[in-house]
Nanobody
Framework: QVRLVESGGGSVQAGGSLRLSCAYF????????MAWFRQGPGNEREGVAA????????RYADSVKGRFSISHDNAKNMVYLEMNTLKPEDTAVYYC????????????????WGQGTQVTVSS
């Protein structure tokens, strides 16, 4: 059974930084891609960043390019999202997700999801 568990969310002022972590467990050997999504109040779930298995190619939403960085530690079964220069519009519940399919930012291609961690950025 596969499980994804996020941690590291919290409250921060605009301009600050946070690091989210995602630990994954179970039969995850064939995951092709890990990603972070977010869903703010009244918004649809949005792909933020994705990384191919083995720490290969990455993809970012335009809204976070240059501020966020995704990384994958295969040895520890961990995925991280380093978030810098945070803005109030980054406020959302952030979800870790995994897929056996091609690496992208579309939520429909991801089968496994964590429970989410709240990030709140105040102005």
């Amino acid at each position: 059974q596969v499980r994804l568990v996020e941690s590291g969310g919290g409250s921060v002022q605009a301009g600050g930084s946070l690091r989210l972590s995602c630990a994954y467990f179970g039969y995850t050997y064939y995951f092709n891609c890990m990603a972070w999504f977010r869903q703010g109040p009244g918004n649809e779930r949005e792909g933020v960043a994705a990384v191919a298995n083995g720490g290969g190619s990455t993809r970012y939403a335009d809204s976070v390019k240059g501020r966020f960085s995704i990384s994958h530690d295969n040895a520890k079964n961990m995925v991280y999202l380093e978030m810098n220069t945070l803005k109030p519009e980054d406020t959302a519940v952030y979800y870790c997700a995994a897929t056996y399919s091609a690496c992208g930012l579309g939520a429909s291609t991801y089968y496994y999801w964590g429970q989410g961690t709240q990030v709140t950025v105040s102005s």
